[in-house]
């Protein structure tokens, strides 16, 4: 029986999936993949833009749960049905109170500061339970046995550096190449999950592409540096000559570039349901954190494969 190609990502708070993936993942759906998304927290540090909203800031569950229901709405627009929470087996997925109630494990979000520098660093009071400090091997034995029943044939999270240093997703990272290692090796699968493909019986599975998200370096400033030009003193970004996050590598190192053009409509809906973290030009070309510092909404999306030589780029993560 031939099966759909499967695709999983793993994320660390509602909102990153979109921001990164999610023309990618609307492609894919609309192509038949079975897309599946391990987010790892439910974003309870996370900052809140809309001033309808602003007493979620002072309840770190309530604005958790609320954006439980973000990512729901995001991942509608998406098309993505098989969403759920890192040590959470429920999909989609639920509230932490729900998920404590039914024996699963709930990971924090750590939150985050600001260097002298304006580095990205771990916040200095991380809250019980943080993501960021969880045992290693505990936590990546929980992705791992996802990694065993979905069975996917590509993997994608954040490079080494967590795109721009958020510790939640370093972590993310960290517990996802371990939890590639320990899935090869038979072991547990998530219980009660149907999923479309091969039967699995706890044998272990071997991902054959795992990707890292980046984007090339002259795109980036090319970007940069035109949308310094149309603000001018109003601009408030990088430098375009500047120091780049980590996400942004040499452009050689970019092994597979997802044109998803058609899909950015999907990816801007997306970015607008996950209404407390994000806002959204009216013409879904620029959104922006709380910051306010304004970013292309990208249709073209890139990644790096560590296991692949630098060269010609991909135009699918799948083998």
Not at 172 to 194: F, I, K, N, S, Y
Request: glycine fraction near 10%; include cysteine.
């Amino acid at each position: 029986m031939t099966t759909s190609p499967r695709l999983l990502l793993v994320h660390a708070h509602p909102d990153d999936e979109s921001i990164n993936n999610g023309a990618t993942m609307a492609k894919y759906v609309a192509e038949g993949v079975q897309v599946t998304l391990v987010t790892c927290t439910r974003g309870e540090q996370g900052e809140v833009i809309p001033a309808s909203l602003a007493y979620l800031e002072t309840d770190p569950e309530a604005l958790g749960d609320h954006r439980v229901g973000e990512l729901a709405a995001a991942m509608a627009h998406l098309g993505v049905t098989d969403h759920r929470f890192l040590g959470d087996p429920a999909t989609p997925g639920r509230r932490a109170a729900e998920a404590l109630a039914a024996g699963s494990t709930v990971y924090r979000d750590s939150g985050m500061a600001y260097a002298a520098d304006g580095r990205v660093v771990p916040a200095l009071d991380p809250p019980p339970g943080a993501f960021a400090l969880a045992d290693l091997d505990e936590t990546a034995q929980h992705l791992a046995a996802v990694i065993r029943q979905v069975r996917p044939q590509a993997v994608v999270t954040y490079e080494p550096g967590g795109g721009y240093g958020h510790p939640d997703h370093v972590q993310a990272h960290r517990v996802t190449m371990r939890a590639v290692e320990l899935a090869a090796v038979a072991g547990p699968v998530v219980e009660g999950l149907v999923i479309e493909g091969p039967a699995v019986e706890g044998s272990g599975w071997s991902v054959p592409r795992v990707y890292w998200v980046v984007m090339p370096d002259s795109l980036m400033r090319a970007t940069l540096g035109a949308l310094a030009a149309a603000e001018g003193e109003a601009y408030r970004g990088l430098d375009p000559a500047g120091p780049m996050p980590s996400q942004v590598v040499p452009d050689d190192q970019v092994t597979a570039e997802i044109d998803a053009l058609a899909y950015t409509p999907a990816k801007v809906a997306a970015l607008t349901a996950h209404e407390t973290q994000i806002t959204v030009s009216a013409d879904g070309a620029l959104y922006a954190l709380s910051n306010q510092v304004r970013h292309p909404v990208f249709g073209l999306e890139f990644y790096r494969s560590p296991d692949d030589p630098t060269g010609a780029r991909r135009t699918t993560l799948f083998p």
